[in-house]
């Protein structure tokens, strides 16, 4: 069945520091790929999506391509910062099927100054 | 806008108690999701209603029921729930089309703690 794998965490970086979170997808055809931010104490935000091979989705500095020959949705940043601080999930919305979301397990970020 | 509004967002309740969690958006969305997350867990699939029908109930326990009334609400009311219920109930809504593109917009959250 369709699935995510995404890079463990947590991951501490000093402020300014490139950003990379690895996620990687098993499924059929061609899924949409996002990418959701979660705050201390606060629901998912979307962050960026690609919905077709080699599209990039890109937001407040962060980006990600989808890589259908790697089946890989990577989460990148060139600078962090401390408000960057929270737990990143990648999601997939399988291509046969609508309302059904598969997330990664997660990913927590501390950036410290 | 890409709004969804849960209220209340703590809850505390005890075992025998009866109370409703409730969702709502006001952007035209014909799909709407309960999810369940526990603490440093990504969230679980509940239940999706689909143009105000259930669609999906991932087995979920009779003690959470969900209700939508219209398209714009969406409520999960809770009975005799269990310790283990505990956690940051998210809703979800999205333009309901079955393509994979269809993108959910979470709200903040409920957090729900059981005694």
């Known amino acids: 069945g369709d699935s995510v794998t995404q890079m463990e965490g947590p991951v501490t970086l000093s402020e300014e520091a490139f950003l990379t979170i690895n996620c990687t997808y098993t499924?059929?055809?061609?899924?949409?790929l996002f990418w959701y931010v979660q705050y201390p104490g606060e629901g998912l935000q979307l962050l960026l999506k690609a919905t077709k091979a080699d599209d990039k989705g890109s937001n407040k500095g962060f980006e990600a391509t989808y890589r259908k020959e790697t089946t890989s949705f990577h989460l990148e940043k060139g600078s962090v910062q401390v408000s960057d601080s929270a737990v990143y999930f990648c999601a997939l919305s399988p291509a046969n099927t609508g309302n059904q979301f598969y997330f990664g397990t997660g990913t927590s970020l501390t950036v410290i100054p | 806008d890409t709004e969804v509004t849960q209220t209340p967002k703590h809850l505390v309740m005890g075992m025998t108690n009866k109370k409703s969690l409730k969702c709502e958006q006001h952007m035209g969305h014909r799909a709407m999701y309960w999810y369940k997350q526990k603490a440093k867990k990504p969230p679980e699939l509940m239940f999706v209603y689909s143009y105000e029908k259930l669609s999906i109930n991932e087995s979920v326990p009779s003690r959470f029921s969900p209700e939508c009334p219209n398209s714009s609400l969406l409520n999960l009311h809770l009975h005799a729930l269990q310790p283990e219920d505990s956690a940051l109930y998210l809703c979800?809504?999205?333009?309901?089309?079955?393509?994979?593109?269809?993108?959910?917009?979470f709200g903040p959250g409920t957090r729900l703690t059981v005694l």
């Open positions: 979800a809504s999205s333009q309901g089309g079955m393509g994979p593109t269809d993108t959910q917009y």
């Open positions: 499924a059929t055809g061609y899924p949409s």
